[in-house]
């Protein structure tokens, strides 16, 4: 089903921070251990919808669904036309062609913007549903780091992907 994908606002905040955190305490989408809190989450806010990290949400029925963003790789300036991109769904909003609606729009996002040459993507390996996403839409696969964290009492690695835009 359709969702409406916009810009998220900061009324939005408290929900992108439970859609989180979720994944902090139940999953491995995020290699965070301990749940963020709302200030750290409104700082977070605050680093996008400028230069170019875009942070969308997509809202079914007025509720928030899921988020996706483009963020700083690194910090050095050479990287400044790389991005990261995360995406984070609800449990609620999963398995309904969202999280497609919401990768397929940022990335035309992305193309259009001079101020992006290369989206990057940092899976936690096993995450077959964002591999899956990250494939479909044409990210190419550049290698594992294996046991790179630890989280629920199990080394875990993780996958790069990237795209040139």
């Not at 928030?64 to 990287?79: D, H, I, P, Q, T």
């Not at 390996?125 to 199990?154: D, P, Q, R, Y």
């Amino acid at each position: 089903m359709a969702c409406t994908i916009r810009q998220a606002e900061k009324k939005d905040v408290p929900r992108l921070l439970d859609i989180y955190n979720y994944e902090v305490t139940h999953g491995v989408a995020t290699l965070d251990l301990q749940e963020k809190t709302l200030a750290e989450w409104e700082v977070w806010f605050s680093q996008h919808n400028r230069d170019n990290h875009p942070l969308f949400v997509a809202e079914k029925d007025g509720i928030v669904m899921g988020y996706v963003s483009l963020s700083s790789y690194r910090e050095k300036e050479a990287f400044r036309t790389t991005v990261e991109l995360s995406i984070y769904m609800a449990p609620e909003g999963r398995r309904q062609g969202i999280a497609s609606q919401l990768m397929g729009f940022i990335l035309e996002k992305a193309k259009t913007d001079p101020a992006i040459h290369t989206v990057v993507s940092v899976i936690t390996s096993g995450n077959e549903a964002s591999t899956k996403l990250h494939e479909k839409f044409g990210f190419t696969f550049c290698g594992t780091i294996k046991e790179v964290g630890m989280k629920f009492g199990k080394y875990l690695d993780i996958d790069n992907y990237y795209l040139l835009v």
